[in-house]
């Protein structure tokens, strides 16, 4: 693919932010729990969801069940290889949301493209994390390793900010990926170990591990390759990562009766005892 299309384009402007991590915050206090709970079905039509395949469908199959029973939701799970596609389908109209995608990753994807979507609640979060076939200890990785990460902005910026806690760069000050300040390779001010970059599609990181001494991937590709992030990785993200994904749907729907019950249906005792039980700690239920 010539171009990645998670890429910021300039002159843009950063659409709905401000709206997707307000309903976002009010998801994550409950606001909208109460109000779902208490409502009936609102829709007989089947609510084409898109996920990626791994962690993301997995649980929405358990969150489809919770849906279908507690709030009479017909809901078709569609499935996708990759993190561009969902996005893509779903400002089409192909897919009524869609739940694979973090905060940052949306807005990113928003500001690129210039998709009308918008996200709410607060899923679960998967920590991105350091994975390498020939080294134990990140203190062995020598001088000039060469880095595999994923080249969509969001994160790309977020692996940045990993190595930069675990103290191998140093990045120049403003960087906030919750106002959709990511961080490039442009960015790093120090780099005393000389590490090198190489920039791949998400999908592609686990099969690099074969070439390069150190590869960051996301928890799912992760989890696919029968890889931990808690147990089999270098260095791995603390629990407070900003990074939480969400469910999105089009910024026109975006007050539509089924999208609360919708949320509502995930953030269950009985979809996050499943999770917790299901992953182990690959992935981590964010309520």
């Not at 389908?89 to 009524?96: M, S």
């Not at 880095?147 to 806690?165: C, M, S, T």
């Not at 760069?169 to 990926?177: A, E, F, M, V």
């Amino acid at each position: 693919m010539s171009q990645n299309p998670s890429s910021p384009l300039p002159g843009q402007r950063r659409r709905f932010l401000s709206s997707s991590l307000a309903a976002g915050a009010a998801l994550a206090t409950g606001a909208w729990r109460s109000t779902a709970q208490a409502a009936v079905p609102v829709t007989t039509k089947v609510l084409k969801v898109g996920v990626t395949s791994g962690p993301h469908e997995q649980v929405f199959e358990a969150v489809k069940k919770v849906a279908e029973r507690d709030y009479g939701l017909k809901i078709e799970i569609v499935s996708f290889s990759d993190y561009v596609m969902p996005n893509a389908a779903l400002d089409a109209g192909d897919l009524d949301a869609n739940s694979f995608q973090h905060g940052p990753f949306l807005q990113a994807a928003i500001r690129a493209r210039g998709y009308k979507l918008v996200g709410f609640g607060r899923t679960w979060v998967g920590p991105i994390a350091l994975f390498s076939k020939r080294y134990k200890r990140l203190a062995d990785v020598p001088v000039g390793a060469q880095i595999a990460l994923p080249n969509d902005p969001a994160n790309g910026g977020r692996v940045l900010l990993l190595l930069e806690k675990g103290g191998l760069i140093k990045l120049k000050p403003g960087i906030d990926p919750i106002k959709g300040v990511f961080a490039s390779t442009q960015d790093i001010t120090d780099n005393p170990r000389k590490l090198r970059f190489v920039e791949l599609e998400s999908p592609m990181l686990v099969r690099a591990m074969d070439d390069v001494e150190l590869a960051a991937i996301n928890a799912d590709y992760a989890y696919k390759a029968g890889l931990n992030p808690t147990k089999d990785s270098l260095l791995v993200e603390g629990g407070d990562s900003p990074y939480v994904c969400l469910i999105a749907v089009q910024e026109k729907n975006r007050d539509a009766p089924w999208v609360p019950q919708l949320v509502a249906a995930y953030r269950t005792d009985e979809v996050r005892s499943y999770i917790q039980q299901a992953f182990n700690g690959v992935v981590l239920p964010s309520w």
